[in-house]
């Protein structure tokens, strides 16, 4: 069982910025894909980004140029910076990992993922 301990979260004005970080347990975190996800109020669960083993990146259209994914593998943490914020930006967001396997996804769907964190708040008002 992978434990994933997300923070960063709070309440931002349209057009600040927050950094989101997601600490994992694990000896292997080195191997692991890594997403982020979100969800608002009322609606689906969504993707926002992810992150391969070999550092590969990508984003959903929405969040494209406003936010960057990364990890630190010394610290067993992936990062999502969010700049540029707007109120359709508020909802809970989630960290997920994949552990390695032979099979090939697109890292787009929560169905990719193994585990997931417990969620962080992000708010943005107007």
């Known amino acids: 069982q992978v434990q994933l301990v997300e923070s960063g979260g709070g309440l931002v004005q349209a057009g600040g910025s927050l950094r989101l970080s997601c600490a994992a347990s694990g000896r292997t975190f080195s191997s692991y894909a890594m997403g982020w996800f979100r969800q608002a109020p009322g609606k689906q669960r969504e993707y926002v980004a992810s992150i391969t083993s070999g550092g590969s990146t990508y984003y959903a259209d929405s969040v494209k140029g406003r936010f960057t994914i990364s990890r630190d593998n010394a610290k067993n943490t992936v990062y999502l910076q969010m700049n540029s914020l707007k109120p359709e930006d508020t909802a809970v967001y989630y960290c997920?990992?994949?552990?390695?396997?032979?099979?090939?996804?697109?890292?787009?769907?929560?169905?990719?993922?193994?585990?997931w964190g417990q969620g962080t708040q992000v708010t943005v008002s107007s």
């Open positions: 997920a990992v994949r552990i390695p396997r032979r099979t090939l996804v697109t890292g787009r769907s929560e169905r990719d993922y193994d585990y």
